[in-house]
């Protein structure tokens, strides 16, 4: 067991803590979106990923750079993307017009109409 | 430590400050999209110091950017475009597959370091052995597991809990193979038993996962969220990197909290969901009715009774997103809305196909997050309200819940029956996935609109737009 050892876990202890205090206050309104942003925090291994190419140096280890790293940027675009799309439907009064980025707006084409 | 290393650190301290605030911010719909902006901001600054490393460390390979580069284009390429033409019922078959990649990334980053360490002289420590270990598993799991549920809920695979002869025995066995395949690289490192262990867990994650039912979802995914956390924490300590420490912590923690609370709301253990066998949803029309009368409505009936209401609270359930009615339900109270009524939804905890769908399903509709109310908020109004409009929702407005002695004893509901008057749309009389008799069907004050809620909607609405003219 190595000191570097007990400070990783220090640090991995106070941030669950961290999390469970923030993450606890947040409504039910907003799961999905909260779901969706935390899945986009652990594309961090996109950091992984780039650090298996500094050691990388074989066909075995270029495969793997390759494939963690389209893993982990899709991870990380496609989650920030998809919970910004999310959070700009929420508003607090009705929109005088659908959101015009969703392709499911056809069938509702009169959702426009309330007060 | 050198000055490059001392900044490097603090700016992966500043990501993940940003991590926090990003997250915190989502406490209120109003101020969530900033802070999704903050936690964007927080990986840009990651990912750019990472790549600051990668060219200070000055050892890839040409071949090593090209793989690293092209990787990153492609991964983010179609990360893009799901992100951009993802339908919002789609939603939870996304937040899978990302959980999926974001699970194999970790998986793969550990299994890099193993294969080249284990070749070196020095061998390798236990204290990156053991992170290892356990990050593969769980990776591994994450990847298949994640991927089986998105299939399920895309309906590729079917949604109803598949199990063969055998499959118990088979997920036992994996398990079985995997640990004890990892407690045997602590004391011998081993690159073939890594792969007896990789394969273990994969089998492990589809044995996991297929069993359990549709209705269950939301359960899945929060819990495989909550694994690729741990396992992205875990990469970190392989790596010996804060930032993925804390990030996948983070994670972890929102996984593990979604869980609990699905589960609670549920009103079922983890341990039986995942042991499983039920869980498909109210798809399957029963044969037996429950005892006492049930009161059938046609549609202009029901029409007329909503748009007379001064009050009214709908109840929308999974069977409103299994029939993609959102825009209808919305367009309905808008119309009744314009005729002077207040309208508002009360939403279960579990309502959709993962945490907070619904949510989601009617903000997509145009609905105004305020009219939005949680269990504990809408309660108290339900005894005012003129119509309660119950839309595919099942268990979750069974009255049984208050008495012990049912399935669903215990179980946090709405309070529908206490509304002066309720309205239930529903295909049939067919139980929910608890399979048990809905007693609110049969309460004097109910009338049953049985149809698809796509439809029934529909002529709802055509219904009060005469009314209007």
């Known amino acids: 067991m190595t000191p570097e050892l007990l400070t990783d876990i220090t640090i991995f202890v106070l941030a669950l803590l961290v999390g469970f205090e923030v993450i606890s206050k947040v409504p039910a309104t907003l799961h999905t979106p909260l779901m969706s942003a935390a899945n986009s925090i652990h594309g961090i291994v996109l950091a992984g990923a780039m650090l298996i190419a500094v050691t990388a140096d074989n066909a075995l280890g270029y495969i793997l750079a390759f494939v963690a790293a389209a893993f982990a940027a899709m991870n990380v675009v496609g989650g920030y993307v998809v919970t910004g799309r999310m959070l700009k439907m929420f508003r607090r009064s009705r929109a005088p017009v659908p959101a015009p980025d969703t392709p499911a707006a056809v069938n509702g084409q009169s959702t426009g109409g309330g007060a | 430590m050198n000055t490059f290393d001392w900044v490097t ?43 600051a490393l990668v060219v200070h460390a000055g050892t890839v390979t040409a071949t090593g950017w090209i793989v690293m580069i092209a990787g990153a284009l492609i991964g983010a390429g179609a990360g893009l475009y799901s992100a ?116 273990a867990a994969l089998a492990f994650g589809v044995t996991m996962v297929m069993p359990i039912g549709g209705a269950d979802m939301p359960v899945v995914i929060s819990l495989l969220n909550a694994f690729t956390g741990t396992a992205v924490a875990m990469a970190g300590f392989v790596i010996g990197n804060w930032a993925l420490i804390i990030a996948g912590a983070l994670v972890g923690a929102s996984g593990s909290i979604l869980t609990k609370l699905m589960a609670d709301a549920m009103n079922r253990s983890l341990r039986n969901i995942m042991i ?33 209401a001064q009050k009214i609270i709908i109840v929308p359930g999974y069977g409103l997103a299994a029939a993609q009615a959102q825009h209808q339900v919305a367009e309905l109270a808008a119309l009744l809305e314009e005729r002077g009524a207040e309208v508002s939804y009360a939403i279960h905890p579990v309502a959709g196909r993962m945490p907070g769908h619904m ?12 009219q939005l109310k949680e269990m504990e908020e809408i309660n108290p109004e339900f ?61 004097p004050k109910t009338s049953m609109l049985f149809a698809d809620a796509k439809s029934a909607l529909t002529s709802l609405i055509g219904a009060v737009k005469t009314l209007v003219g």
Do not use: W
Not at chain 2, 21 to 48: D, E, F, K, W, Y
Not at chain 2, 119 to 145: K, N, R, Y
Not at chain 2, 151 to 177: C, D, E, H, M, W
Not at chain 2, 412 to 428: F, G, N, T
């Open chain 2, 84 to 199: 951009r033409t993802v339908q919002m019922t789609a939603m939870p078959q996304l937040v899978s597959l990302f959980n999926a990649v974001g699970g194999g990334a970790a998986a793969l980053v550990a299994i890099h370091d193993y294969v080249r360490l284990a070749g070196a002289t020095a061998g390798l420590p236990e204290s990156t052995t053991i992170p290892t270990i356990l990050d593969v598993l769980i990776g591994a799991v994450t990847f298949s597991g994640s991927i089986i549920a998105a299939g399920k809920l895309q309906g590729v695979i079917s949604a109803a809990p598949v199990t063969f002869r055998g499959s118990r025995a088979a997920n036992i066995a994996a398990a079985v193979v995997g640990v004890g395949g990892g407690i045997y690289m602590i004391a011998t490192p081993s690159v073939p038993v890594m792969i007896i262990i990789i394969l």
């Open chain 2, 276 to 308: 499983g066998g039920f869980g498909t949803g109210d798809s399957t029309p029963a044969v037996a009715g429950p005892g006492g009368d049930v009161r059938s409505v046609a549609a202009d009936d029901a029409a007329i009774q909503l748009a007379y």
């Open chain 2, 359 to 370: 949510n989601v399903l009617l903000a997509e509709a145009n609905v105004p997050y305020p």
């Open chain 2, 383 to 443: 005894p005012r309200a003129d119509v309660a409009l119950v839309i595919g929702a099942n268990d979750v407005t069974n009255p049984a819940a208050r008495r012990p002695g049912t399935a669903i004893s215990g179980m946090p509901i709405l309070d529908v029956d206490q509304a002066k008057s309720i309205i239930v749309i529903k295909r049939s009389m067919g139980h929910g996935y608890a399979g048990i008799d809905n007693e609110l069907y049969v309460n």
């Open chain 2, 9 to 51: 650190q603090l700016l992966y301290v500043a990501a993940a400050v940003c991590f926090v605030l990003g997250l915190h911010l989502m406490n209120s719909p109003a101020t969530a999209r900033r802070g999704n902006q903050v936690s964007t901001g927080g990986m840009a600054l990651a990912i750019a110091t990472t790549f």
